[in-house]
Antibody
């Protein structure tokens, strides 16, 4: 069955970068875009961007342009999201989600990133 | 890109129907029907409830329905049940080829 499995929780200092992975199972890796969504504590969902695993092409939300990078490794069916210059406002749960014609039909379990000195 | 506007909270008694609105601009929705709705229980992963404005994924109760008129999409939950108590988020594909989520609505079953 389709599964998206994310890497574990991270604790980072302000100004650092974080790189989270999302490994997919149960479908052809290159057939669907993968998206990244974050949720700060007690707050709503926020779309960061997406990557096309086939081409490596990306699209980011304006708020994250220049600070986020998304890459993939097709040999291990894994996508990565790196967020730079972290501040305490970036403390959140980050989700990867499979995109299928405008909907996010499968989600990873979430990765908590805590930014604190 | 600002979030789509949803009411912060909506409540209803068991068996009643409630409707959650999701309002944006023409650039938020464009000419697409890529509006979807997600249910999130506390501490859980969001779950797809409605896609393409009004379609239900397999396994989602037919008590959930969606619609859209102009720049406002809506989610209706009929026959409200205790298990429906959760946060709900809309999202849309925009004319900038990005996605935008709604501000989220907390549904309380009285």
């Amino acid at each position: 069955q389709v599964q998206l499995v994310q890497s574990g929780a991270e604790v980072k200092n302000p100004g650092a970068s974080v790189k989270i992975s999302c490994k997919v199972f149960g479908y052809t890796f290159t057939a669907y875009w993968l998206h990244w969504v974050r949720q700060a504590p007690g707050q709503g969902l926020e779309w960061l961007g997406r990557i096309d695993p086939k081409s490596g092409g990306t699209k980011f939300a304006q708020n994250f342009q220049g600070r986020v990078t998304m890459t993939r490794d097709t040999s291990i069916s894994t996508v990565y999201m790196q967020l730079d210059t972290l501040t305490s406002d970036d403390t959140a749960v980050f989700y990867c989600a499979r995109g299928a014609n405008g909907k996010f039909d499968y989600w990873g379990q979430g990765t908590l990133v805590t930014v604190s000195s | 890109q600002s979030a789509l506007t949803q009411p912060a909270s909506v409540s209803g008694s068991p068996g009643q129907s409630i409707t959650i609105s999701c309002t944006g601009s023409s650039s938020d929705f464009g000419d697409y029907n890529y509006v979807s709705w997600y249910q999130q229980h506390p501490g859980k992963v969001p779950k797809l409830m409605i896609y393409d404005v009004s379609n239900r994924p397999s396994g989602v109760s037919n008590r959930f329905s969606g619609s859209k008129s102009g720049n406002t999409a809506s989610l209706t939950i009929s026959g409200l049940q205790a298990e429906d108590e959760a946060d709900y988020y809309c999202t849309s594909y925009t004319t900038s080829s990005t996605y935008v989520f709604g501000t989220g609505t907390k549904v309380t079953v009285l």
